[in-house]
C-alpha cells in the first residue's frame, strides 16, 4: 500500500480544524452569545434618576463623557468637584464660571434659547437642566438622556443636596460631595444661630430696571428666611418665581432692621446697578439704613446660578454680612 504524503496529512486535519470551529461559532450565535467583545452601552454601569419630568427613571452612563449643562449651579457643582463639561450656553456665563465662555466648550445657545441643532451635533452622553428648559424637556430628550435639577424653594436644602449627592454619584464623586456638604451644614448652622439671636427682621428683594419685588419664606430667594434663620419682615408675601411687586412705601412701612437686595440688572449686564434705586430718600428713612444694613448680593449666585456647591458657599457668606 502506498504511503500518504505528509503534506495532505496535514492539509487533511486544517480542514477538519476549521469545520468544528465553524460549528462552534454556529452553536455559540444559536446560544445568543457572541465571541467578540461587547458593545460598550451593553456594558457600562448605569445610574438610574428619577425626576420630576419624567414618569419613568432616566438612565444615566456612569462617569459619562460628554457632558452639557444648562444649569449654571449644577455647572458650579461640577466645577467644584473636577467633573470636565463638554458644552454650556454661553450667552450670559456668570463672572465667576468665567473659564467656561471660552471655545473649548460648545455654546449651546442661552438658558431660555437653547442651540438644538449644536445640540444635537454634539451628541453629549447626559444633559442637565433646570427651571428656565423646564417645557423643552422632551427636545432636550430625544438627544441624550436628560435629568431634571432644578430647585424646589420650598424645600431648599433637600433639594440642594440631592443635586449635589446625584453628581457625587454619576461621577464618582461621593466622598467629596459629603465634606462639602458637612462643611456647609457647619457653617448654616452657626450663622442660623446668629441670626436668630439677633432677632433681626429682614426682607428681600429683587431690584431690576427700578423696579423692585419682594421675596419672603419658601420663595425663590427664602433661603435667607427658612435656612439661615432671619425673621421675615412680613410673613404675607406672596410666593412667586417672580416676587411680590411692592413700592419704596412698602418698604419704609415694613421697616426692615437688614434689606437685602438681588441685583438683576448686574447679573445679566444691564449696565445698571441697584443702590441708585435703592436708597432714595424714603428707604434711607428705615432701620436697615441707618444702621448700614443694606447688603447687596451677587446676582450672578443669587439670580444666574445658585444652588451649586460653590456658589452655596458663598450665598451663605454674603448673608453673614447682614449681620
Wanted: aromatic share 8%; with cysteine; proline share 4%.
Amino acid at each position: 500500500m502506498k504511503k500518504i504524503p505528509m503534506m495532505l496529512l496535514l492539509a487533511a486535519l486544517m480542514i477538519v480544524l476549521a469545520a468544528c470551529g465553524a460549528k462552534d461559532n454556529d452553536k455559540a450565535k444559536d446560544e445568543g452569545t457572541n465571541s467578540s467583545t461587547p458593545d460598550a452601552s451593553e456594558t457600562a454601569e448605569m445610574v438610574s434618576v428619577k425626576h420630576e419630568l419624567s414618569e419613568t427613571p432616566v438612565e444615566v452612563p456612569k462617569n459619562p463623557e460628554k457632558v452639557v449643562v444648562f444649569d449654571f449651579g449644577t455647572l458650579d457643582t461640577l466645577d467644584e468637584l473636577g467633573v470636565e463639561v463638554a458644552g454650556l450656553p454661553r450667552a450670559t456665563v456668570p463672572g465667576y464660571l468665567s473659564k467656561y465662555d471660552d471655545d473649548k466648550y460648545e455654546n449651546l445657545g442661552s438658558l431660555k434659547e437653547p442651540d438644538f441643532e449644536a445640540l444635537n451635533a454634539l451628541k453629549p452622553d447626559v444633559i442637565f437642566i433646570s427651571g428656565r428648559q423646564s417645557e423643552m424637556y422632551e427636545e432636550f430628550s430625544k438627544i441624550a438622556p436628560t435629568v431634571y435639577v432644578g430647585l424646589d424653594t420650598a424645600h431648599y436644602m433637600d433639594s440642594f443636596k440631592h443635586n449635589a449627592e446625584l453628581m457625587g454619584e454619576i461621577f464618582g464623586k461621593e466622598d467629596e460631595v459629603k465634606a462639602e456638604l458637612e462643611e456647609i451644614d457647619a457653617k448654616i448652622a452657626e450663622i442660623n444661630e446668629k441670626a436668630t439671636d439677633s432677632g433681626s427682621k429682614a426682607l428681600v428683594v429683587l431690584a431690576t430696571e427700578g423696579k423692585v419685588s419682594a421675596y419672603g419664606p419658601n420663595s425663590r430667594f427664602g433661603l435667607v428666611h427658612d435656612v439661615l434663620g432671619f425673621t421675615p419682615a412680613d410673613e404675607k408675601i406672596e410666593v412667586s418665581t417672580h416676587g411680590q411687586n411692592i413700592s419704596f412705601e412698602y418698604i419704609l412701612e415694613k421697616n426692615p432692621d437688614v434689606l437685602f437686595v438681588i441685583d438683576r440688572d448686574a447679573a445679566i449686564g444691564n449696565g445698571a446697578t441697584a443702590q441708585g434705586t435703592i436708597e432714595n430718600d424714603l428707604v434711607k428713612k428705615t432701620e436697615a439704613f441707618k444702621n448700614g444694613k443694606i447688603v447687596y448680593l451677587n446676582g450672578e449666585y443669587w439670580y444666574l446660578s445658585g444652588g451649586g456647591l460653590l456658589s452655596m458657599k458663598e450665598m451663605i457668606e454674603e448673608v453673614e454680612d447682614g449681620l
